[in-house]
């Protein structure tokens, strides 16, 4: 099991990644009161790969956060089933107040798609890091004049990349089209690095992106945005219209944050949305989020706006799935 602790990292050197054996949640953890908290290591569990965007992001804060207590933080890296392998690690800690999982919409997905131990009931969400907005985007080279100039050309028909069959572009460009009256057909590249290579090289006609992995090659002229799936225009790109101004009102964001177990004790999940929310206000995370065209101060979010947003986006999700016919829930 792969981990990352900025204690054990910085005396050793980055070269120094641990691999350490899981172990059961110690009673020390267990018995831990809020007062005391935290009383054992804390592990930050992400189902996604060292040097991703959600390990990335982790990492931005949990230095700042990791210097605020006595106790170490690790991420324990749990890969496998889109995030069910890091959901049956989560089960088999239990509430033990010490265990943080990192959530993407992939989590969602994973529930509502049946493949999950848990239920969407099952979480609490803790703390929010970033809600990163959806552009659609398209080779610099492409002639559309506009949003209504390519949607004619969407209707037509057009190839659309996504990253992965069922995931967050494809749900994305599947609830435009529902609105726009246009039927994508998507080719999966794997990952959205290929997805932005293919579209670049030509391969395919269109794709959804983060703003966050656009915004450079879209300053560069590398791509040209067409609209925001979002609830308006955003900062970095003022002259991007959303698609909400031409009457096809679908939000789609990639949304990162973190939740425990919904059976963890209250008076502890405060605590960890204190220290989580704190980190997230140090230079680093700030200049990370700005750095990707976020503006921190709408994007840092507290447990009960984070909590009501990822339930809401669950319900979303599951609609968009049985209209893709992608899940029996």
């Known amino acids: ?34 007062e005391d908290w935290p009383c054992d ?22 230095d700042a956060a990791d210097q605020m207590i006595d106790e170490d ?20 800690r239990g509430a033990d107040g010490h265990t943080i999982i990192a959530l993407t919409q992939t989590h969602l997905y994973t529930i509502a798609r049946g493949n999950s131990p848990l239920s969407i009931d099952d ?18 080279d492409a002639e559309y004049e506009g949003y209504e100039d390519f949607l004619a050309a969407a209707q037509e028909g ?11 572009e494809h749900i994305g460009i599947s609830r435009w089209g529902e609105q726009a009256g246009v039927e994508p057909r998507v080719v999966p590249f794997g990952s959205g690095g290929d997805m932005i290579t293919s579209l670049r090289s ?29 609830d308006e225009r955003v900062g970095d790109l003022p002259d991007v219209p959303t698609a909400a101004e031409f009457g096809h009102d679908v939000s789609v964001t990639t949304t990162r ?36 065209g976020l503006n921190p101060e709408t994007n840092i979010g507290g447990a009960e706006e984070w909590d009501q947003q990822l339930k809401a986006e669950y319900e979303v999700s599951l609609q968009a799935l049985r209209n893709l016919d992608m899940t029996d829930q």
């Open 1 to 34: 099991m792969a981990t990352f602790n900025p204690k054990t990292l910085s005396a050793l050197g980055a070269a120094a990644g641990a691999l350490l054996l899981s172990a059961p949640t110690s009673a020390v953890a267990q018995d831990c009161s809020a």
């Open 41 to 62: 290591t804390i592990e930050l569990v992400s189902h996604a790969s060292p040097g991703g965007g959600t390990d990335t992001t982790i990492r931005m804060w949990l």
């Open 73 to 92: 933080m690790r991420v324990v890296y749990k890969q496998g089933g889109g995030s069910r392998a890091a959901h049956e690690y989560a089960v088999s």
């Open 123 to 140: 979480i609490q969400g803790v703390a929010r890091a970033m809600d990163d907005p959806s552009v659609i985007v398209v080779n610099t």
């Open 158 to 168: 057009m190839t659309w990349g996504v990253a992965q069959v069922g995931g967050t």
């Open 202 to 230: 030509g391969a395919i006609d269109a794709t959804l992106a983060n703003v966050s992995e656009a915004l450079n090659l879209i300053e560069e002229g590398e791509l040209k945005p067409i609209a925001l799936l979002y």
């Open 257 to 292: 944050g973190y939740y425990v177990l919904a059976d963890t004790d209250p008076a502890i999940v405060e605590k960890m949305e204190e220290l989580i929310l704190e980190a997230m206000q140090s230079e680093r995370f700030q200049d990370y989020l700005r750095g990707s």
